[in-house]
Every structure is written in structure tokens, then in C-alpha cells.
């Protein structure tokens, strides 16, 4: 009896013995590997440092069971391929201050445990589609003051569990559709202090979780509230630093916002509408503005507090609704009265609305007056415009004038003209504004700009002639401004594009000529931008598109032919455009894609839209050769029963067939296996046949083609006669 009782503790024992002896194994192999020279290791090597060693490349003999290295302050240049595949352990990696200026495709692979990753201040200008492959875990990515200029569309696209995201103080410009792709976990997103002026309708696409987003310090002239109507889950947006000039309604349509930034622009107007679609708004910061005069806010009826400090706000009968709707809120409001005299820098707290009254008070508008007039003649600003000289802009909008005002200062770097009556632009116009960067030009009644009308302006980038009535321009329009990037013709009654439009600007980068009447594109409508990144012609009458049309911008990456009179896909038009991105095509009446319809830029496109047309066909080679790169397909809203084989469709991350009325009948049996090896929703549903009606295609049990099973059967018999007849006689 003793005996069986010592042979289990005697199992026990050996069984400990055996841990003992492997955990000792693996300590031993742990201190065995050496620390390299240069760096300094603690006792089990698991926290390496190699800081401040002048290294130009990355140490070779790290220990393998490396979790946490730090690298800055080197000068490594280039992160190779490949770099950290001896070191898989990692989990912590520090890069910052080592002149990086190029990551290698695949330099992180093998890190499949790195939770944090440090490239901030470095010299990285592009961030490339597989600089990131491998990052499985990473949730911590800080690459704050480099230089990246772009981003490709799929760099993130990897990095599925990454929170924060750091890309303060770079040079970017243009936010194009979906590029933070991939990040659902995301929570939190700096973009400050980069020089940020256009944000695409889908470049926050497919970013559930992002909780903060700051915006501050850019170049953003107006909201792009149709991009941001995407952040579902927000709940802070900082938009501070921004040269905005006013909000209008429904500007801000987030509706899980709580926190909102709005702080040291050049606001001078805000809709009284402007947040009443974001109901979760608990604090709006507008301190630091031009804003002069405020109305009740409609719709924010969760709001605590409104910081309007450093407004010029007078405290009279005009402020009286606005502080009743506070009062009757309990919402603190931090605003300090800039007037009348007996208010004069009173906490609105302090006062009663009761007390806000308008009267004659001579001696406040003598102050007033001698106050801008001596501003004026300080700082050169015309005397119809406002002008705020800490970030050098000039205000001139809606006040009814006629003609370009003069005597701007000379260090202007913004001069905003939009709602005058202008009519004309006279050669000339803005001489001696050197400095001038960008130019609001829109709503003015223009049909006539002479040539040398921006002349003297070498530094002007941005330039918006929206909502005018410019059907023509000639190329000398734009003499002496060939810095011009950013070109708005948005709106106006162009019928087409004028040949040589354009030629004296070889620096356009991105041409807004949506809503015109433009009916056809043809030959050296484009010449002279041959660094045009993106064309803008949504919702034309473009019904033909010459073969050469394209051809003198080879570098085009995104391209919106939306919602014009096309009959087919402009196919001959699209050769040469080897770095097209973006396609759009929708709502044209195109009935039918014919085979190798983008084959021309079926190596570089990511995103097609091919949704809200008369779509009722796609030959079976539609789509030959866009498998490998595509990352987003729209095909909602047509008239669709069956589409071509999608197998090859591996990587796509966006994908839309919604309101088709697909036959669900053995025909259509590929899409349904392709659907189901998707982790994506793709809103297909079953139009027919009656049974399955409704029901989705992922989900559908496919009901047989008539004749069918019949055909199998022959096709057995038949493969049995033959082998009767092929089989040897004895």
C-alpha cells in the first residue's frame, strides 16, 4: 500500500526536476549570448541599449532574446530589408535621431511581437505600401518630425492593432481617400503641424474606433465635413491654428463628438447651425478668433462650457439672446467684453442679460474708430478689410465690393475676397504681394480675368475662383504665379477646357473643375501640368474623352469622371497613367464594362467606383488584370445580376454590391464561395430567384439552373463511352 502511495510523488518529483532543468537550459542559453560592444545589456539581455554610438548600421550580434532596444541618436540612413530578423523577440523599438531617410520594403519582418515603434526625428520623406509589413502587433507608432511628403494608400494596411499613431510636424500636404486603411483599432491620431489644405471625402474611411484626431497648426481653409462625418466613434477633434475664416451650418456632423477645437484661427462667423448635428458636444474652444458678434446655439443641448476669450465681442442689446440661452443651459461661457466702455473687459459671467442694452455711447465709437484707424495705418490694411497681423491675414469678405482693394501689407500671407462683386480681374490686381500663399476668390460674380492678373504673386499657392462665371481663361491669366498648386474652377460655366490653359503651371498639382459644362476632353487640354496629381470633373457633361487626352499628365494619381454623360469606360484614355490610384466612374450611363476595360492602369489602381450607374453587364475579363493591387471596389446601386469571377480579389479591404439584383442560381455559385472567404461586408443580396429573394448571397443555398443536372448526367455517360472505347480489346 505504501508503495503505490511514494510512485505518484515520485512522478511529481521527476516532473519538477524536468522544469527546473528547462528553465535552466534557457537561462543559460540567455546569458550565454553576448552583449554587443557597443551597447549595454542588462544581466538577462532582454533590455539592450546602443544610444549615442555613432553606428551607421544596426548591430549584427544583438542577443536573440532582445525585447527592448534602443537605437537613437545613430546615423543609420537606411533601415535594410530584413534588419531585425535575428531579433523576433522585440517588443519595444526606439529609431529616433538616427538620420533615418529611407525604410527598405520589409525592414520590420520578423517583428511580429513589436508592440512599440519609435522613427520620430528622422529624415523620412515617404512612407512606402510595405514599409510596415510585418507590425502584426504594434500599437504604438511615432513618427513625428520627419519630412514625409506622402503617404501610399495601403502603408497601414497591416498594422490592425496599432492605437496611436503619431504623424506631428511633417510636410504633408493632401490627405487622400483611405489612407490610414486597415487601422480599426485606432484610437488615437496626431496630424499637427504638418501643412495639411485637402482632406478627401474618404480619408477617414474605415477608422471605427478612433476616439481623438488633432488637426491643429495645417493649412485647412474651410471643414471638410463630409470626410469627418466619417469618424463614427470621435469624440475630440482639435482644429486649432487653422486659417479658417468662418463655419456654416451643419459644418461639424459627428454625432459621438464631445470636445471640440476651434481656437486661434481667423473665425469671424459662425452659423448658429453650425454643431447641431454633433448633439454629444460637451466644450467648444473658440478663444482666440475675429469673431465679433454670436447667436444661441441650435441643437448643442449637452454643452458645459464655450471659451470665446480673445473675441472683440461687444456686451450689448445684440449679445442679450445669446446670454439668455446660456443662462437657461447653465453653460459657462469664459468671454470677456470688448465693449461698451462701462463692460469693458467684465467677465460675461458677471453680468445680468438684463444689463445688455444698446444706446449712444459717443465716446466708445470715437475709441473704436481711432483704434482700427490707427491699426490700419500700422499694419497696411485697406479699409473695408479686417486684418490680423499675428498670422498675417487679410479679411475682405462680403463687403460689397467692386473692385480689388489696395494697400495690403506686404508680408500678407492670406487674403480672403470671397462674396465681393468684382465682375472682373484686372492685370496687376495684387503687385508687391510676394507673400501671398493663398487667395479667396469665390463668389464673386468673375467672368472676366485679364492676363497678368496674378502677376508679382511668385509665391501664391492655393488659389480658389469657386462659384464664378469664368467660361474661359487665357494662359497669361496666370503669369508671374507659377507656384500655383492648388487651382479651384469649381462651379463656373466652362464648356470645355481651353487648350493651353494651363502651361504656364508646371507646379498645379491638383485641378477642381467639378460642376462646369464641360462636355468633352480633347487633345493639350492638359498641357504643361505634368506634375498634375489630381483631376477634379465630377458632375460635367462629359459624354467623349479623346485617346490622347491624358497624355501630358503621366503622373495623374486620382481621376473623377463621376457623374457625367459617359457610354463606356474611357479605356484608350487611361494608357500611359501608370500611376493612377483612383478611378471614378460613377453615375455615368455606362451599361456595359467590356474585357480588359483597365488594363492600362490595372498595375497601379487601388480604388475604383463604378457604383450608381446602369451597370447591367461585366464581360468576364472586366476586370483582367486589377487583382493584385486593388484595395477598394464600388459597385453598388445597378443593375447587376452576375458578376465575373472574383478569386483573385485577395487583398481588397473595401467592397460595395449593394442594391444589385443578383440571380442566385449555380451561375453565380463563384460569388457566393468568394463572398464567404471574405472577412468583409459587401451588402450582396439575392434578387432571384423567388425563393431565395432577400436573402444574402453569402448566406444563400443556391437552387439549381434549369437543365442542370441533366447536363451532368451526359456529360458522365459521355466520359463513360469513351473510356469504353478507348479501352484496349484483349
Same mark, same amino acid.
Request: with cysteine; hydrophobic share 40%.
Given at each position: ?159 490592425? &492593432? ?208 481711432? %483704434? ?62 510676394? +507673400? ?40 497669361? %491669366? ?9 487651382? &479651384? ?74 457623374? +457625367? ?32 476595360? &483597365?488594363?492600362? %492602369? ?21 476586370? %483582367? ?106
Amino acid at each position: 500500500m505504501s508503495s503505490l502511495l511514494v510512485t505518484p510523488l515520485q512522478g511529481i518529483m521527476k516532473m519538477l526536476q524536468l522544469h527546473c532543468f528547462l528553465a535552466l537550459s534557457l537561462t543559460s542559453v540567455v546569458f550565454s549570448d553576448p552583449c554587443p560592444q557597443v551597447c549595454i545589456c542588462d544581466n538577462i539581455k532582454t533590455f539592450v541599449t546602443c544610444a549615442k554610438k555613432n553606428l551607421t548600421e544596426i548591430p549584427a550580434d544583438l542577443p536573440q532574446y532582445t525585447q527592448k532596444l534602443i537605437l537613437h541618436r545613430n546615423e543609420l540612413k537606411v533601415i535594410p530589408s530584413g534588419a531585425f530578423l535575428s531579433t523576433s523577440y522585440l517588443t519595444h523599438l526606439s529609431l529616433q535621431n538616427c538620420s533615418i531617410e529611407k525604410i527598405e520594403e520589409g525592414s520590420f519582418r520578423g517583428l511580429g511581437r513589436l508592440r512599440y515603434l519609435n522613427l520620430g526625428s528622422n529624415c523620412i520623406s515617404f512612407i512606402q505600401q510595405e514599409s510596415f509589413d510585418g507590425l502584426s502587433s504594434l500599437e504604438q507608432l511615432i513618427l513625428e518630425k520627419n519630412r514625409i511628403e506622402e503617404i501610399k494608400p495601403g502603408a497601414f494596411s497591416q498594422l490592425g &492593432f496599432l492605437s496611436i499613431l503619431n504623424l506631428e510636424d511633417n510636410f504633408l500636404v493632401y490627405l487622400p481617400d483611405m489612407v490610414f486603411q486597415g487601422l480599426l483599432q485606432l484610437k488615437l491620431m496626431s496630424l499637427s503641424k504638418n501643412m495639411i489644405s485637402i482632406v478627401s471625402l474618404e480619408t477617414f474611411a474605415a477608422l471605427p474606433n478612433l476616439k481623438r484626431l488633432s488637426l491643429d497648426h495645417n493649412e485647412l481653409q474651410y471643414l471638410p465635413t463630409e470626410a469627418f462625418s466619417r469618424l463614427s466613434g470621435l469624440t475630440r477633434l482639435e482644429l486649432g491654428w487653422n486659417p479658417m475664416t468662418f463655419i456654416v451650418e451643419e459644418a461639424i456632423q459627428m454625432a459621438s463628438l464631445k470636445q471640440l477645437l476651434l481656437n486661434n484661427m481667423a473665425l469671424q462667423d459662425v452659423s448658429y447651425k453650425a454643431f447641431e448635428k454633433s448633439k454629444q458636444l460637451s466644450f467648444i474652444d473658440m478663444s482666440n478668433n475675429q469673431i465679433r458678434s454670436i447667436q444661441p446655439l441650435s441643437g448643442v443641448e449637452q454643452l458645459k462650457r464655450l471659451d470665446l476669450t480673445g473675441n472683440m465681442i461687444i456686451c450689448d442689446c445684440f449679445l442679450r439672446p445669446f446670454k439668455e440661452w446660456a443662462d437657461s443651459l447653465r453653460l459657462k461661457v469664459d468671454l470677456f467684453c470688448a465693449g461698451p466702455t462701462h463692460f469693458l473687459a467684465d467677465h460675461l459671467d458677471s453680468l445680468r442679460a438684463i444689463d445688455l442694452k444698446c444706446g449712444n455711447f459717443p465716446e466708445d465709437i470715437y475709441k473704436i474708430t481711432m %483704434v482700427t484707424e490707427k491699426s490700419d495705418e500700422k499694419n497696411s490694411c485697406p479699409q473695408s478689410c479686417d486684418c490680423k497681423t499675428d498670422v498675417k491675414h487679410a479679411i475682405c469678405e462680403n463687403k460689397s465690393l467692386q473692385k480689388i482693394p489696395r494697400g495690403f501689407h506686404m508680408d500678407t500671407t492670406l487674403i480672403d475676397l470671397r462674396k465681393n462683386s468684382f465682375h472682373s480681374i484686372p492685370k496687376g490686381s495684387f503687385l508687391d504681394l510676394k +507673400n501671398v500663399a493663398s487667395l479667396h476668390l469665390q463668389n464673386c460674380e468673375i467672368n472676366d480675368i485679364q492676363p497678368g492678373a496674378f502677376i508679382g504673386m511668385i509665391n501664391l499657392v492655393y488659389v480658389y475662383l469657386s462659384h464664378n462665371k469664368i467660361s474661359s481663361l487665357s494662359p497669361e %491669366v496666370f503669369q508671374g504665379a507659377t507656384k500655383i498648386g492648388y487651382l &479651384f474652377l469649381d462651379h463656373n460655366k466652362f464648356t470645355n477646357i481651353p487648350k493651353e490653359t494651363f502651361k504656364l503651371l508646371p507646379n498645379l498639382f491638383s485641378l477642381h473643375m467639378q460642376k462646369n459644362s464641360i462636355d468633352s476632353l480633347s487633345n493639350n487640354n492638359l498641357l504643361g501640368t505634368q506634375n498634375l496629381r489630381w483631376l477634379y470633373l465630377t458632375g460635367n457633361k462629359i459624354n467623349s474623352i479623346a485617346p490622347t487626352a491624358f497624355r501630358n499628365v503621366k503622373d495623374l494619381e486620382g481621376l473623377y469622371l463621376d457623374d +457625367n454623360a459617359l457610354s463606356e469606360v474611357p479605356t484608350l484614355a487611361l494608357k500611359g497613367m501608370l500611376k493612377l490610384t483612383e478611378l471614378r466612374l460613377s453615375k455615368n450611363p455606362i451599361t456595359n464594362v467590356g474585357n480588359g476595360a &483597365f488594363l492600362p %492602369v490595372s498595375q497601379s489602381l487601388q480604388q475604383l467606383y463604378l457604383n450608381d450607374m446602369r451597370l447591367q453587364q461585366l464581360s468576364s475579363g472586366a476586370f %483582367v488584370g486589377l487583382s493584385k493591387n486593388m484595395k477598394s471596389l464600388f459597385l453598388e446601386n445597378n443593375k447587376l445580376q452576375n458578376l465575373p469571377n472574383m478569386k483573385n480579389f485577395k487583398d481588397l479591404e473595401v467592397i460595395n454590391l449593394a442594391n444589385n439584383p443578383f440571380n442566385c442560381d449555380c451561375r453565380l455559385l463563384h460569388l457566393h464561395r468568394w463572398i464567404s472567404s471574405l472577412n468583409l461586408k459587401v451588402g450582396a443580396n439575392c434578387a432571384a430567384p423567388k425563393s431565395l429573394r432577400g436573402q444574402k448571397v453569402r448566406n444563400a443555398k443556391f437552387a439549381s439552373c434549369p437543365g442542370w443536372e441533366g447536363n451532368k448526367d451526359r456529360r458522365k455517360i459521355s466520359s463513360i463511352s469513351t473510356s469504353k472505347k478507348n479501352k484496349p480489346t484483349k
